[in-house]
């Protein structure tokens, strides 16, 4: 639907390690040699209701042509929406756009492209509106109309209901707990370099513990064990670190391990769970 369905866009699900000869692709999905997603694709949309071997060759050229006039229908109408509501309001208005980000580059492959020209065309091609950032908007017009949004979600039926079922809801009294302990453990100011890295690995594993992938993977019935292994491995962790912390004895050969297993977010700072006073 919307700009990533065109029919000029590659197409996603179409992929060489589905299609090729087994013997000529089997030396590109090693290890175990079984067929999956390798990344190339040569194919587009072609249409909407047809099946991947009705797809056409993709082109990149024409990919890049739809990208622009796609880039330039955005910036047009995004000029007569801000135009719109500068009639109606008593200041400029402000638009938000959110997306996931893996949009971009990976369900629509020439995302990038997309964001690359919009921002140009904005620069360039137009004077109604400017690219900002909520904080520099807050700071010229800091006093705003406070609202409290519906709780909601892109998922099934339009809630929570996807993430929080009888597959998955054993999940979150444990994370619960843990992120009472990780907001005790925030108060607290390292007495050394050992006990930094426990508190900022504690942070880490239940940043990871919490991730929604895991519950939705449960929901889905794919991959379930290897989701639960992760929930739990996580926690379990998370609760090492947290009785390690308070008895004072922290086993700095096992915390190097686990920081070499679970090294996302390299600069992290656990005091971001304290409470705002």
Wanted: proline share 5%.
């Amino acid at each position: 639907m919307g700009y990533p369905g065109s029919p000029e866009y590659r197409e996603f699900y179409k992929d060489l390690g589905w299609e090729a000869e087994y013997e000529y692709i089997k030396p590109y999905i090693m290890p175990n040699g079984q067929r999956k997603n390798t990344g190339i694709k040569y194919h587009k949309i072609t249409g909407r209701d047809l099946g991947l071997a009705d797809k056409e060759l993709y082109d990149p050229y024409w990919a890049k042509q739809k990208v622009a006039e796609h880039a330039a229908n955005f910036m047009f109408n995004r000029e007569r929406q801000v135009e719109h509501l500068q009639g109606i309001m008593q200041r400029p208005p402000i638009i938000v756009s959110p997306y996931d980000a893996e949009l971009f580059g990976h369900w629509w492959y020439e995302g990038p492209w997309f964001l690359d020209l919009l921002f140009r065309k904005t620069w360039f091609d137009q004077d109604v509106y400017a690219m900002t950032h909520l904080a520099d908007y807050l700071q010229t017009y800091p006093t705003q109309q406070v609202s409290r949004p519906a709780q909601s979600s892109w998922g099934y039926k339009g809630f929570h209901e996807y993430w929080l079922n009888h597959t998955n809801s054993w999940i979150y009294p444990h994370l619960h707990k843990a992120t009472e302990r990780m907001i005790s453990l925030a108060c607290r100011e390292a007495l050394n370099e050992l006990e930094l890295r426990a508190l900022n690995q504690a942070a880490r594993e239940l940043l990871l513990a919490q991730s929604s992938d895991w519950a939705f993977i449960i929901s889905s019935g794919t991959m379930v064990p290897y989701a639960v292994r992760r929930t739990k491995s996580h926690l379990m962790r998370f609760n090492k670190i947290y009785e390690d912390i308070k008895v004072g004895k922290i086993d700095a050969g096992w915390l190097q391990k686990v920081e070499t297993l679970d090294n996302i977010f390299p600069n992290i700072n656990y005091r971001v769970y304290r409470p705002v006073m």
